[in-house]
C-alpha cells in the first residue's frame, strides 16, 4: 500500500515535470540557444534510459516486484529535473514548432508508465508485457519525431 502511494505521487511528479517541456518550446528558431538548453531533456531521457533497460530485463524474467522497484527510482531523478523544467530550460531541437503534439506523447507515455507501476503493482506479467512493448512504441516514435 505503501510503495503504490509512494509511486502515485512519482508519477504525478512526472506528469507535473514533463508538462513544461513545451514552454520553452514553442516558435523555438535560434539553434544555438536551444542546444545549450537541452540539458534537462537529456538529464530525464539519460535516466529513463537506464530504467527502461532495468523494466525490459524485468518484464522479460516476469518479475512484477523489479519493474516496480525500477519504476521507483526514477522518482528522484525526475524531481532533479523538475526546476530546470519549470524554468523553462527544456527546448525542443527538432520540429518546436509541433509543442502540443510533443506534450500528447510525453503525456500519453506517462500515462502508460502509470499503468505500468499498477500492473507491476498486481504482478500482472500479461499486462506488463503488453505496455512495455507501448513504451518502446512512445520511445520510438516521440524520438522520430522530435529527436534531432
Ligand atoms: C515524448 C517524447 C519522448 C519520449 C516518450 C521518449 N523520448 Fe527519449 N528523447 C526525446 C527527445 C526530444 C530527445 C532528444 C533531446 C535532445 O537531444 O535535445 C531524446 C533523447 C533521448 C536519449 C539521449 C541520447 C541521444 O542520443 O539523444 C536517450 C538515451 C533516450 N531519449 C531514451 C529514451 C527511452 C529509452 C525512451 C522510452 C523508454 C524515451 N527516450 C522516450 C524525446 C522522448
Known amino acids: 500500500m505503501k510503495k503504490s502511494t509512494f509511486l502515485k505521487a ?3 511528479t512526472a506528469v507535473i515535470a514533463a508538462t513544461p517541456f513545451v514552454a520553452g518550446a514553442v516558435d523555438h528558431s535560434h539553434h544555438e540557444a536551444s542546444v545549450a538548453d537541452s540539458g534537462a531533456l537529456v538529464e530525464e531521457m539519460k535516466a529513463l534510459d537506464a530504467v527502461f533497460r ?6 522479460a524474467l ?3 516486484h523489479r519493474v516496480h522497484q525500477a519504476l521507483e527510482s526514477m522518482h528522484g531523478k525526475m524531481e532533479k529535473t523538475q526546476e530546470a523544467l519549470h524554468a523553462g530550460k527544456v527546448v525542443l531541437r527538432k520540429n518546436a514548432a509541433k509543442a502540443a503534439e510533443f506534450e500528447k506523447m510525453d503525456r500519453q507515455f506517462h500515462k502508460s508508465l502509470e499503468a505500468l507501476g499498477q500492473a507491476s503493482h498486481k504482478g500482472d506479467r500479461k499486462g ?3 505496455i512495455t512493448k507501448k513504451l518502446l512504441d512512445g520511445c520510438v516514435a516521440c524520438h522520430e519525431k522530435f529527436r534531432p
Open 62 to 64: 516476469g518479475d512484477g
Open 10 to 12: 512519482a508519477f504525478i
Open 128 to 130: 506488463m508485457t503488453m
Open 54 to 59: 532495468e523494466v525490459v530485463s524485468a518484464v
